[in-house]
């Protein structure tokens, strides 16, 4: 129901290259293990970022990665990678053992040609072909599996109790595996190669460095949208700055470039072709986020997030964090009895010593039911509250919530307050938004051009970053530039 993990940030992150890595005869090809790890993993994966993309979008990446992916030594036939387009509205990519490579729509769609596109999937088949996963699994290991989104969730409540493993399904096994961050000599290696790979497939080496502008500049608009402070962005966290890593990565392009002869192709047309009308953003059959507010189409509902409190839509639960409190919103099976409903989902969290009696009250004309137990966070007594809604007779939805003790909701009784059925503003936020290409006309401006894209704010500055616009160039005639509209 609920499948993308907002929180995830994008795989690519930036040693030199090993000498012997350097030379694809010295790459060790994709073992029998590995395929079997990679296999494994998959399927929990693809669901994680919201399954996999298909049509002609997916059809293209397929090609371009596999053509990229071959340079790398892993394997000579291009069938033996699995390239997958994932139907996700976060800026993700990374690749797993076994010939399995990934890419999200919303990164896709921020990329302006094929050699952008190239570069991203030779960086994360690069740390495959590195082997950087098997070095960092004492990381993972001393990492909690549930991965970030988990230990957002379950660092509230006791040590092993139900209640923890259920706030923890946000995110699954593989997507921690995958996105588990790499060290600061790996991620740089990975650019080397990467790089590297790109004139063996004939495209232009510069490729990566002019992405890893895109990126940094969409991170800075994005907590500009989102009103936060300014960070590094996690995809750059254990790095030097955005702009040392798309010096360095240029640096290396040009050197690459000269033994090359040359630079190769950037493949815009190819691109922008098959991308238009791709869909952008949040898909409204998981869920769309829309400022403060979760609204979810295919149940007809929707809620709001208190100021301060962080919305991340997961693969099997929507998770709310913040100071003070934190939740998580998802479904079960429902038979129309809305306290045993209750008790179920309490079963399941294992809370039910020293639990309430559930009590059935009304949200917003919703009937409603809910419980709150006591539990443990180490030494910490927390209060753990279910509130549960039945908007229809055979759905039933609930949240989840972690509060200090005595607190109860604590600062998210606005939240379970805020559940509502899908308001006539509701349906006009989630609707379907889908990339165009346009071109330019005799007149037409930048600005112009923005007041055409389907956002409320910050239309101007979302259309430079969407196509690497610097605001003092104007625009010429027969340009082709992507909008995003409904």
């Known amino acids: 129901m609920l499948r993308t993990p907002a929180l995830l940030a994008v795989g690519l992150s930036l040693t030199l290259t090993t000498p012997a890595l350097a030379q694809r005869g010295a790459v060790t090809p994709i073992t029998a293990s590995e395929r079997q790890q990679g296999n ?45 387009l994932l139907n996700s509205a976060v800026d993700n990519a990374f690749a797993i053992p076994g010939g399995y490579v990934y890419v999200t729509r919303n990164l896709l769609a921020l990329m302006n040609d094929e050699a952008e596109l190239a570069a991203v999937l030779g960086h994360e088949v690069a740390h ?55 060290s600061r000599s790996q991620e740089t290696q990975a650019d080397d190669l990467g790089i590297s790979y790109l ?82 953003g949040d898909d409204p ?13 295919p149940g007809r509902v929707a809620f709001s997030v208190p100021q301060d409190f962080t919305v991340s839509n997961g693969a099997r ?9 934190k939740a998580q919103f998802a479904s079960a099976r429902y038979d129309g009895d809305l306290s045993r409903y209750v008790e179920s989902v309490l079963a399941q969290l294992g809370g039910n010593a020293g639990r309430s009696a559930v009590k059935q009250t009304s949200v917003n004309g919703i009937p409603a039911a809910y419980t709150i137990t006591q539990s443990q966070s180490g030494q910490t007594a927390v ?83 969407l196509n690497r616009l610097d605001p003092a160039s104007p625009l010429r005639a027969g340009d082709k530039v992507k909008i995003v509209t409904f």
């Not at 460095?209 to 962005?233: E, F, K, V, Y």
């Not at 050197?255 to 922008?272: D, I, M, N, S």
């Not at 639960?317 to 409190?325: D, F, K, T």
């Open 128 to 182: 495959v072909a590195a082997r950087h996963s098997a070095k960092r699994e004492s990381a993972s290991k001393r990492n909690s599996i549930l991965g970030a989104l988990g230990q957002l969730l379950v660092g509230s409540v006791a040590g092993n109790s139900g209640i923890g493993g259920l706030l923890s399904r946000g995110i699954g096994t593989g997507s921690q595996l995958a996105t588990l961050g790499f």
């Open 317 to 325: 639960a929507v998770s709310i964090a913040g100071n003070g409190a």
């Open 40 to 84: 494994a993993a998959n399927t929990d994966i693809t669901a994680e970022f919201g399954g996999a993309f298909g049509g002609p979008q997916a059809q293209y990446v397929e090609r371009v990665g596999r053509r990229i992916a071959v340079q790398s030594g892993l394997a000579s036939d291009p069938g033996a990678f699995d390239v997958t």
């Open 199 to 280: 004139p063996r497939a004939g495209y232009d080496p510069m490729a990566l460095s002019s992405m890893l502008m895109d990126l940094a500049a969409q991170n800075d608009l994005s907590q500009r949208i989102a009103g936060t402070a300014r960070s590094l962005p996690a995809w750059a966290s254990t790095h030097p700055d955005p702009a040392s890593r798309v010096r360095r990565a240029q640096q290396q392009a040009q050197a690459v470039a000269g033994r090359a002869g040359g630079a190769g192709e950037r493949g815009r047309e190819p691109f922008l072709k098959a991308i238009d009308g791709m869909l952008y």
């Open 285 to 297: 059959e998981q869920g769309v986020i829309d400022g403060r507010n979760f609204i979810y189409p």
């Open 383 to 465: 209060d753990v509250t279910v509130f549960a809604y039945a908007p229809s007779r055979d759905r039933a939805y609930h949240f989840v919530v972690v509060a200090p003790a005595g607190q109860g909701l604590g600062a998210l009784e606005p939240l379970v307050s805020s559940f509502r059925a899908m308001t006539s503003g509701d349906a006009a936020a989630a609707r379907p938004r889908y990339v165009r290409v346009v071109t330019v006309r005799d007149g037409d401006t930048q600005a112009s051009i923005a007041d055409r894209m389907a956002f409320s704010q910050y239309r101007l500055e979302r259309l430079r970053v």
